[in-house]
């Protein structure tokens, strides 16, 4: 009999060498447990993972399939804790050692992420180093953006041919930065529209950036001295539905035919239904968006596209805002950095067995 | 000139129609195109071949009717695969709206067996070769749970019975007796099953999704956490190759019916850009 | 004060959203969750009115003034309003007071949804299908190095994922990955590195009120 | 030919037609198509905010006496201060939280996956070059990806006029962009066309019953 048994005991090797540790750069309330697997892995049934709190009586909390040698348990912070592994194979269990009484904490750095923070100092600091420097009316360069120098003619081209203009801003939220600059270019698309009496069509598809465009525009007409030309029905609030909204967009460019599109801001698929419309009405046809995806589409269908960060520049250099162009160069040093972070790197990589993928998690 | 003329200004008009008719026209016949297999849909076919008899495979049904023409034929090719070779199977779902799509599938495939089956062995039997475990929320309840008990995720089938007093379930009680899970889904679906069930139970995982969705799933396949993986109608089509070429069952190809229309719509527009780029030139030339 | 405050709760509540990702501590990420879903969410949920306050008021005047194609205005308000009674007192699931079917025939909000939105917009969707042919029909001319390049490229990969393609080289197929892997892979990074520092500037410049655009005008 | 009975199939027929009509032309039914579009979708999203965000986390537990979201409530009527022109800036507040929040949850965000991740994925090391899994031919992919993409970047220098050094790699960070434009243009037809196939499906098939 007591054969039998010590037989069934000895059958399975036990997980050996336990670890039970607080999970580091965590709010609390989890503890790592680690285990090496039992030799007899191949043919258990699972791991089983007990807890105690005493380090006396344990109870079952979880268990694992083979093969795995790490769980998180979820705890209470500040309490103590014992645990233990036993290999399973259908009714017969073999159990570690019992773990050092282990405590859950939470921490107050994550220091998986200082690696952001590094950069973002660092970008950060350069960025605005460069938007001081530009306040202290140091002359700044910025070469041409094929988009921009589009718009005057795109104004003037729609005022000969007494065509409106439209300008969609995407299906972006307030936060999207692509809207942000979208925001930016169409003050100045609106004074133009203003000096030159052009009408402006401007549907949004989410109230709040409608909100904020409205006034802009408004500011804009009243910037020029013509506040009185302001039509509030100009700028509206379609739907937020991402379909909906293209539906209705297309159904402004074949019944309002505008000489010039501009589709600048925060695009999804929608993109090409709008851009390919408006080519269809012969539209002039400016388009910008951060959205990579969609880039292909609007460099096809459109006569001018601004490429991602040109976006941004554009906002920047339309407005003529010195603090804004100063903005500009400091991405452009940024960009340096970045070239010779990734060469140096490269070169650390190539030469030495410095493990330099883990600074860039 | 004027041909030339009108060979670099075709009415997009006349390129919708054509490419309306070139689609159209073959969904009409049905005429399935045949295809090379390549390695995705390979891997996967293989992956169903290697489920050993003793275990059952999870279909996973993930997508609502928009998705129908390019994952309901992944389901019936699946569904035949394993029924020919007689792999048990379970069907689930994390919602309810797919319920309705496996339903069908279901009574489809099992209605095509058992046309054709003299004795009751080498017909399919519900809860001997097959059971509709249906929907169990929240979404991380099953797929969790499953791992230590299927029964318990499920105490009652789709239909009610109580599982346990399934006589296939009393055979498959959690991941340890399931070879395969492969999750048809336009979703974040298949991520989950390898986030939670393959990275704590070990458990295959692969997967059949849609063309749109497709290009961010093949990356699992390079790292091998998907076994096998079938993409929009070209996948779907494979897989019915596949089924075809090695299993020999004569049946419905409806991807590989739309095969046609793909490629045709593909051509046409090749067509009309050789064109315009011909005018062109002759164009540039007479300048 | 009318411009000052606003600026200065950007600059509060945008450090409240950077924090949270350094510092794990309970006690930050409990007020950024409270922040996010609760606040944030009812706020947004408010706005909803402005957007259509907007709306019917543009639509109320079309018909007012009879502009151009005004009676489709009352298709939209009338859509909109039935909908909206449907949705608000037949509940999500059409197990709210107002009575959702005749029979056997279902309008609650959810078979509206799926019977009128969902195929009103995967045929806009569609659409792109035409949209693409006509577009690349149009734009892919061999006018410059770059033209045809973009042309190239878009050949390869058409021609390479069809089965068609791997009749002609079995190279085919794995040559068009390889564009989607390498060259495409390149050129969206290149673009990423760009727009992230973009973004970061343009971020820096709104928190710290350099640019206050979005304030649009009136009152100091 | 076994055409449907369900009144919902002839609403998403006749609905899906009226949208295709669009290609031939504006018309009277892509115009009614396009107005219920924008009516419906507009109720729906009432329904939603009620429903699912208003009721279940705003009424119910401020009701249950949750009264710190007393504090959303008043921001978020705040909005209407702007048909009050007295004090209409006041709809800056809401505004300014939302933006706010958004873009200073943004920037970290933004940092990992934008820079930090793609960085690391174009360092030249022996680790990335195993990940195209095609074994020795790994180190050049990787080293025209390099390329390609310090010379995308360097289009994007704007502070500087496209001269020498400058003008060499800018011209071939624009080629790469084609190539990647024209590639990922040719790879979404195939998804597109699938849709347009499931549309027409759903017309031939389960509206007119011509095909099976």
């Keep these: 009999m007591t054969l039998i048994f010590l037989a069934f005991t000895v059958a399975l090797a036990p997980p050996t060498d336990l670890k039970a540790y607080d999970a580091p750069d965590d709010g609390g309330g989890t503890i790592n447990i680690e285990w090496q697997l039992s030799p007899d892995d191949a043919v258990l049934t699972n791991y089983e993972i007990y807890r105690s709190d005493n380090g006396v ?305 | 000139m004027k041909f030339v003329e009108r060979m670099l200004k075709i009415d997009r008009r006349i390129i919708y129609l054509i490419l309306a008719i070139v689609v159209i ?245 090749i067509a009309f850009i050789i064109i315009g780029n011909i005018g062109y030139f002759i164009k540039g030339r007479k300048k | 004060m009318k411009r000052t405050l606003p600026l200065i709760l950007v600059f509060i509540v945008g450090i409240m959203g950077i924090i949270p990702f350094l510092i794990p501590h309970p006690a930050v990420q409990k007020t950024d969750d409270f922040f996010r879903n609760d606040i944030m969410k009812i706020v947004a949920a408010f706005a909803l009115v402005l957007g259509l306050g907007s709306l019917i008021r543009v639509h109320f005047d079309k018909i007012k003034r009879h502009r151009e194609n005004w009676q489709y205005s009352w298709v939209l308000l009338l859509t909109f309003a039935v909908t909206s009674i449907i949705g608000l007192f037949g509940g999500v699931a059409g197990t709210g007071p107002l009575p959702t079917h005749i029979s056997t025939f279902h309008f609650d909000i959810q078979s509206i949804y799926l019977n009128v939105e969902v195929p009103l917009g995967s045929t806009m969707f569609a659409l792109l299908a035409f949209l693409m042919a006509s577009a690349a029909y149009r734009a892919f001319r061999a006018r410059s190095p770059e033209a045809t390049l973009l042309l190239l490229s878009a050949f390869v990969v058409m021609i390479g994922i069809l089965p068609f393609g791997d009749q002609i080289s079995h190279r085919l197929p794995s040559f068009a990955q390889w564009i989607m892997d390498v060259p495409n892979v390149a050129a969206q990074r290149g673009i990423l590195l760009g727009v992230a520092l973009g973004m970061l500037a343009t971020a820096l410049k709104i928190l710290l009120g350099i640019e206050r655009n979005w304030l649009g005008g009136g009152g100091e | 030919m076994n055409i449907s009975f369900d009144p919902w199939v002839w609403i998403g027929a006749l609905l899906t037609l009226a949208i295709f009509s669009f290609l031939y032309r504006d018309n009277p039914f892509y115009k009614v198509a396009e107005h219920i579009f924008v009516g419906v979708s507009n109720g729906y999203a009432v329904t939603f905010y009620y429903h699912n965000i208003l009721v279940p986390t705003l009424f119910n537990p401020l009701f249950r006496g949750r009264l710190i979201l007393i504090i959303p409530f008043i921001i978020g009527a705040l909005y209407f201060t702007r048909f009050i022109p007295k004090i209409s800036w006041l709809v800056r507040i809401p505004i300014g939280i939302l933006m706010g929040y958004g873009i200073g949850a943004s920037i970290p965000a933004t940092i990992q996956a934008y820079i930090i991740k793609q960085v690391q994925g174009t360092i030249l090391t022996p680790y990335n070059f195993q990940r195209w899994h095609a074994g020795s031919t790994g180190i050049i992919w990787s080293a025209i990806l390099f390329l390609g993409v310090i010379c995308v970047v360097s289009y994007f220098y704007f502070s500087r006029e496209q001269k020498g050094i400058l003008k060499v790699t800018s011209r071939i960070g624009i080629f790469f962009v084609m190539i990647g434009f024209g590639a990922a243009f040719g790879y979404t037809v195939m998804a597109r066309v699938s849709l347009l196939i499931g549309r027409l499906q759903f017309i031939l098939g389960t509206w007119l019953g011509v095909i099976k």
């Excluded at chain 1, 690696?115 to 002359?139: D, Q």
């Excluded at chain 2, 399931?178 to 986030?195: H, K, M, N, T, Y």
């Design chain 1, 57 to 361: 009586d344990f109870e079952k909390i979880n268990f694992i399939g083979n093969g795995k040698n790490f769980i998180q348990d979820e705890t209470e912070d500040n309490k103590q804790y014992y645990y233990k592994v036993a290999a399973v194979q259908d009714t017969i269990r073999a159990f570690s050692g019992i773990s050092t009484p282990v405590k859950s904490s939470a921490q107050w750095i994550d220091r998986n992420k200082l690696n952001i923070f590094i950069a973002l100092a660092i970008f950060g600091f350069i960025i605005l180093y460069y938007i001081y420097h530009a306040r202290k009316g140091k002359e700044l360069y910025i070469r041409k953006i094929a988009g921009l120098q589009a718009i005057d003619d795109a104004v003037g081209r729609a005022t000969e041919m007494g065509k409106p203009i439209l300008y969609t801003t995407g299906i972006g939220y307030i936060e999207d930065i692509a809207t942000i600059a979208s925001l930016n270019i169409i003050g100045e698309v609106a004074k133009k529209c203003a000096q030159y009496n052009t009408r402006f069509i401007n549907p949004h598809s989410d109230p709040i950036v409608y909100t904020v465009a409205r006034e802009i525009v408004k500011e804009a007409y009243s910037s020029v001295g013509r506040p009185d030309a302001f039509d509030p029905d100009s700028v509206y609030f379609v739907t937020d539905s991402q379909f909906a909204y293209a539906a209705a967009v297309d159904g402004i460019m074949v019944r309002e035919k505008p000489a010039t599109n501009f589709l600048i801001g925060w695009f999804r698929a929608e993109s090409l239904i709008m851009a390919e419309t408006g080519a269809s009405t012969g539209a002039i046809q400016i388009a910008g968006t951060d959205q990579v995806s969609q880039l292909p589409f609007f460099v096809t269908a459109c006569d001018f596209t601004l490429i991602g960060e040109e976006l941004y520049a554009a906002s920047a250099y339309i407005s003529k805002e010195p603090l804004l162009m100063g903005g500009i160069k400091g991405e452009d040093f940024s960009k340096l950095i970045i070239g010779i972070a990734l060469i140096a790197a490269s070169i650390i990589g190539l030469l030495t067995k410095f493990p330099v993928l883990n600074l860039f998690k």
């Design chain 2, 25 to 269: 026209l073959p969904m009409l016949f049905n005429v399935p195109l045949r295809v090379r297999v390549m390695e995705p849909v390979q891997k996967l076919f293989n992956a169903v071949e290697a489920i050993p008899p003793n275990k059952a495979m999870i279909i996973n049904f993930e997508y609502d009717p928009r998705d129908v023409p390019e994952l309901q034929p992944m389901a019936l090719s699946i569904l035949r695969h394993a029924f020919t070779r007689r792999i048990k199977i379970l069907v689930l779902s994390l919602y309810v709206q797919p319920l309705g799509m496996a339903q069908s599938a279901l009574t489809q495939i099992t209605e095509e067996f058992n046309k054709n089956a003299k004795t009751n062995a080498d017909s399919i039997l519900y809860g001997r070769d097959y059971v509709f475990l249906g929907w169990q929320p929240p979404p991380l309840v099953p797929i969790l749970g499953m791992g230590e008990s299927i029964a318990n995720v499920y105490k009652t089938d789709y239909y009610g019975n109580k599982t346990d007093t399934l006589p296939l379930m009393k055979r498959i009680k959690n991941y340890r007796n399931v070879g395969l899970l492969v999750s048809l889904s336009s979703s974040d679906v298949p991520r989950w099953w390898i986030e939670y069930a393959q990275n704590r139970f070990g458990l295959k995982v692969g997967a059949g999704v849609t063309a749109v969705s497709g290009s961010e799933f093949y990356s699992y396949l390079q790292t091998g956490q998907f076994s096998g993986l079938m993409v929009g109608m070209k996948g779907a089509a494979e897989y019915e190759e596949m089924i075809a070429s090695e299993l020999h069952i004569k049946a419905r190809r409806k991807a590989s019916e739309s095969l046609p229309s793909l490629t045709y719509a593909h051509l046409v527009m």
